[in-house]
């Protein structure tokens, strides 16, 4: 059984740093995509961030791009998010997802694409 463990948000001032890390388990992890994804209240889940098996190829959401990155550890079955410059707007809770197919990076910013999903951790970003 696949699992995905978020952890690493806070609550930080606008222009600080986190680093969320989302640890796998429960199959070969270094096969698979792995995607960040963010929902803020009254909102829907949207797109940050995604990186192909190896993390050869890495995609990003406007909102974020300059700003965030994605990385990955096979060795250590973890993939990250390094935030920074944070800004209010940045604000929701962030879920790390991974999906069924090896060695494909179709559809990594659609959250119909992946099928596990972590539980999610809170970031919060004062102004």
């Known amino acids: 059984q696949v699992q995905l463990v978020e952890s690493g948000g806070g609550l930080v001032q606008a222009g600080g740093s986190l680093r969320l890390s989302c640890a796998a388990s429960g199959r070969t992890f270094s096969r698979f995509k792995m995607g960040w994804f963010r929902q803020a209240p009254g909102k829907e889940r949207e797109f940050v961030a995604a990186i192909n098996w190896s993390g050869s190829s890495t995609y990003y959401a406007d909102s974020v791009k300059g700003r965030f990155t994605i990385s990955r550890d096979n060795a250590k079955d973890t993939v990250y998010l390094q935030m920074n410059s944070l800004k209010p707007e940045d604000t929701a809770v962030y879920y790390c997802?991974?999906?069924?197919?090896?060695?494909?990076?179709?559809?990594?910013?659609?959250?119909?694409?992946?099928?596990?999903w972590g539980q999610g951790t809170q970031v919060t970003v004062s102004s």
């Open positions: 997802a991974t999906n069924r197919r090896p060695y494909s990076s179709a559809g990594y910013n659609y959250a119909d694409e992946y099928d596990y």
